[in-house]
């Protein structure tokens, strides 16, 4: 995913992984449009602006995130480093396929995590819906238990050492022009027909 990520060159877009209209109805292709294009495409463009020239130039964006998280002095680089990260994890975390059983590798994980898959969706929904102001909900393995997290504005799962499997971007920006206030008909929304739980399947490795 992050083959952009050649040391030495500014980080890229990478593309969207379906076309702008494909997550319609439940995302629009306005909301996708302009989520992609505009916001994404403004971190990327940000963190390129931030590292030209200094000591962080040439690292991948994990890595960067890594080296600069909970330091005040590169806060801006961290931000944006993680949202360019967080973003395209997103758009992968999506699928207009999305199959309504889990995959055989990520079951067995739900069922000792979480008992079945309705309380994953559940658990995920909750803490994508409770979020409080912007943010990301994720499912994520810490060790070799899953687990659901959720973080604040543009901080990722990464620098704590844990593996993100899925995310639900809950900023305004995610669903504001669809669904205006109404953050949990988005986030039930998603959870019940875009999730690409196959994605989640093949991080586990
Ligand atoms: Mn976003």
């Given at each position: ?7 030495g060159t500014s980080h890229a877009l990478p593309p ?190």
């Amino acid at each position: 995913m992050t083959s952009s990520d050649a040391p030495g060159t500014s980080h890229a877009l990478p593309p969207l992984p379906y076309p702008s209209n494909a997550l319609e109805p439940v995302i629009s292709e306005e909301t996708l449009s302009f989520h992609y294009g505009k916001h994404h495409k403004t971190y990327v463009d940000t963190l390129n602006e931030l590292i030209e020239g200094t000591e962080f130039a040439s690292l991948g964006l994990e890595d960067l995130i890594i080296r600069t998280a909970g330091n005040e002095q590169h806060a801006a680089i961290y931000h944006n480093a993680a949202q360019a990260w967080n973003h395209t994890f997103y758009w992968h975390s999506l699928t207009p396929n999305a199959a309504d059983k889990l995959p055989a590798a990520l079951e067995a994980k739900v069922k000792s995590s979480f008992g079945d898959f309705a309380a994953l969706k559940r658990e995920l929904g909750k803490a994508a819906i409770e979020q409080f102001g912007s943010g990301w909900a994720w499912l994520v393995l810490d060790g070799t238990e899953l687990r659901v997290m959720k973080t604040s504005n543009g901080d990722d799962p990464l620098p704590k050492r844990l593996t993100p499997l899925l995310t639900v971007d809950v900023w305004e920006h995610a669903y504001y022009l669809d669904y205006q206030n109404r953050r949990a008909d988005y986030v039930h929304a998603v959870l019940n027909k875009l999730m690409n739980w196959e994605f989640a399947a093949e991080n586990l490795r």
